[in-house]
RNA sequence: GGAGAGGUGGCAGAGUGGUAAUGCAGCAGCCUGCUAAGCUGUCAUCCUUCGGGAUGCCCGGGUUCGAAUCCCGGUCUCUCCGCCA
């Protein structure tokens, strides 16, 4: 959510990003929100002086009754009667205002960075990096949903009868191979100096709000009606949210996080070849890392996300690039996003596999999530994340990479953890 | 699931109807050469004509001229009992 103060400051800056995000109606709606915005102060300003008077008065009826005269008292509280109802009625006003102004809020993504360009969708993104050689698998190369069953290592039928399509169940080696991902992943992270936590996979509806998921996409989300409680859709929302509401100490900055979770995503509207075995599934395992920063520092620290992602698909030794996402295929809360992708040979096609972005101010103003800066003044702190990795677009580039005519060989990295080197 | 207690500033902790003590920590200034102390201010949010004003004691309602305090609903934490990995 964006601070009401800053689109005042910087309506021009606001518009031109939003325009990069083809964002519908912005004039319009930037002008609502300065418009309520105005309402909202001049209604408050008339308020508390009704208040005053009201407690004024109170103070009064205080000292009167207090030194017994209490008929000159009850002169005074019938003076109190007409303030209570313009106080009653203003109090209305405003908050009518401010929840217009606030729903406005809502609706507002967050402004890009400088460098993100304008564009509508995936097409206009940007290629900013490449690396590593795609290998030549010849005309027998399976796409990973035939090697996984010819080496029985996932079953999706399994999966679908217990639960439905996009439930697959990991076997014998497909499972170890899997563990040996999120404990390799969450090596990686430690070491590069990210604590690991390890929390709960059901938030509450304001940790939901908190990261941005609420109000809007509610559909995206399993939601336990019962206990009203969200499956989370990605280990960013508990994460993040563990310090919603506080007040760091400049010194703890940055706050740098890990943690492995599944994650649960309804992908209501998905169909088709391209949700095919690994590539879009209702329940996947991811390791996240999260960074809650200074505001100078946010934009280093994107980078160093950006390095450490590298570091990792270099290890795999798999053929990757990185996007810079275009204002319209940003997310909704994020300033600027790196998208990875590894190169599927048997798929012939490029997988997205981690998502590293600066939400700046904006997830930590729903969040409150603040720090004493050095002025010793509270202010709002910039929070990022991104995946080291998500498994199971990995696990598919593994398999149909690694395939040769003797089976799936095992990335030397990996072999410590599988305790295996080759699925046969 | 049953019973009880509780939720107050960054932290600790008073306050049972008259408008949020106090301590610690932080910040600014003053002062003092004795390893740091003392004094003053500041130290939640919003508005402001920069004089101030309003709000704020878990959340939402209610009673009252006036609510941290009383009433109703919700929520979370703790303790005990029950059940259980």
Redesign the pocket.
């Given at each position: 959510m964006l601070q009401?103060?800053f689109i005042r400051d910087n309506k021009d800056v606001v518009l031109e990003g939003l325009a990069k995000r083809n964002f519908a109606n912005a004039e319009a709606i930037i002008n609502d929100v300065l418009k309520f915005?105005e309402t909202?102060?001049?209604t408050?300003?008339s308020?508390?002086?009704v208040?005053?008077d009201?407690?004024?008065?109170?103070?009064e009826?205080?000292m009167l009754?207090?030194s017994g005269e209490v008929q000159k008292?009850n002169l005074?509280?019938e003076k109190?009667?007409q303030?209570?109802e313009s106080g009653k009625e203003l109090t209305e006003q405003l908050?009518d205002v401010t929840t217009k102004l606030q729903d406005l809020l809502y609706q507002i993504p967050n402004v890009p960075h400088a460098s993100v360009v304008a564009g509508t969708s995936e097409e206009d993104n940007e290629e900013v990096f490449k690396e590593g050689t795609i290998p030549n698998l010849g005309e027998k190369a399976l796409p990973h949903w035939e090697l996984a069953k010819k080496y029985d290592i996932i079953d999706f039928d399994l999966g679908a009868k217990i639960s439905g399509a996009g439930f697959p169940v990991y076997k014998g080696k497909g499972a170890r191979l899997q563990r040996a991902l999120i404990n390799y992943f969450l090596d990686k992270n430690t070491s590069a100096g990210y604590n690991e936590v390890q929390v709960p996979h059901l938030v509450?509806e304001a940790s939901g709000f908190g990261t941005g998921q609420l109000p809007d996409k509610e559909g995206q989300m399993y939601h336990v009606t019962a206990?009203d409680l969200y499956l989370i859709p990605t280990a960013e929302v508990p994460i993040t949210n563990l310090y919603r509401g506080s007040?760091v100490k400049e010194a703890d900055l940055p706050i740098t996080l890990t943690g492995y979770t599944p994650c649960f995503r309804r992908e209501a509207g998905s169909y088709g070849a391209h949700v095919r075995g690994l590539n879009r599934l209702h329940q996947f395992d991811k390791v996240e890392i999260v960074r809650v920063e200074k505001p100078e520092n946010s934009y280093e620290a994107l980078n160093g996300m950006v390095e450490h992602i590298k570091g990792i698909l270099r290890e795999l030794k798999l053929p990757y690039r990185i996007l810079r996402l275009c204002g319209g295929d940003t997310g909704f809360t994020a300033a600027l996003t790196f998208d990875f992708e590894l190169y599927s040979t048997a798929q012939e096609r490029w997988l997205e596999i981690s998502s590293a972005s600066n939400f700046e101010t904006f997830q930590a103003n729903r969040l409150k999530l603040?720090y004493?800066n050095s002025?010793?003044?509270?202010q709002l702190a910039h929070t990022l994340n991104g995946s080291s990795l998500a498994l199971p677009r990995v696990l598919a580039a593994i398999l149909e990479n690694y395939q040769t005519p003797e089976g799936i060989k095992i990335p030397e990295v990996l072999v410590p953890y599988c305790g295996f080197e080759i699925i046969n």
């Open positions: 009401v103060q915005d909202r102060r001049s408050q300003v308020l508390d002086n208040l005053a009201s407690n004024k008065l109170s103070k009826i205080g009754f207090k008292a005074l509280k109190t009667s303030l209570k908050n509450n206990d007040l603040r004493k002025e010793d003044k509270n």
